[in-house]
């Protein structure tokens, strides 16, 4: 981060990779308002540096994020508007890595529950370790999803199972969840990270451009008419064709070596 280092996160660059990692391992990464506004932040700065290709979210210590710090919630004395606003982080956070023009992979390593879970369902991939354990515990506690998930989870695992995930708030592990389908990958703990970092490095390689346009179109698809997607897919092509990348593309197929792609 160029500017001041944030409190509750480390962010970390590996060459086109930024990591952003959570860091209240204290309270397993609960969020609170510093949380979500210090991560809008870094996604923004992601964002915004062409250097970076790929983002990857993960956890300090024993969890990924476990939700809202219900002990500060417990002892906050916020008015309604304050409470709003609250929420609405919570939202913007999981619409900035929903809308954000690079790849956003989760690298869960342990507990993804409430927050944590809607965070890791907003980006584009989910690497988990094995044992780690995602779970929408709303039903629980007297509230409700947030951050899009209520359309995100079905579209991933399909409306029953979704409908059971999310009215039991069962919990489910990183196998189950590669398994039907939530998660990317599972792994074991200790090799989680390293397979995190080589997907992201893999998406790095290609060309920024092409990313970006195609994970608008991906996004939308589901609510956007055929008629409407051709026509979207077909600027893209077009808009594609006019960068330097494109060139490299297919003067770099021509000559049989790696393109070297730059973004414009």
Known sequence: MSATSPETLIVDRRGAVMEIRFNRPHRLNAVVEAFYSELLAALAEAERDPEVRCVILTGEGRAFCVGADMKEHGSAQRTLFQRRRYLQLGNDVCEAILRHPKPVIAAVNGYALGAGAEMAVACDFIVMAEEAQIGFPETSIGTCVGGGVSKLLPQLVGLNMARQLLYTGRRIDGREAARIGLATSSHPADAMPAEAQALAESLARQAPVS???????????????????????????FTCSTTADWQEGVDAFAERRTPQFKGH
């Open 211 to 237: 990313i970006a346009m195609l994970k608008r179109l991906v996004n939308q698809g589901s609510d956007t008419g055929l008629d409407s997607q051709l026509q979207q897919e077909l600027d893209a092509v």
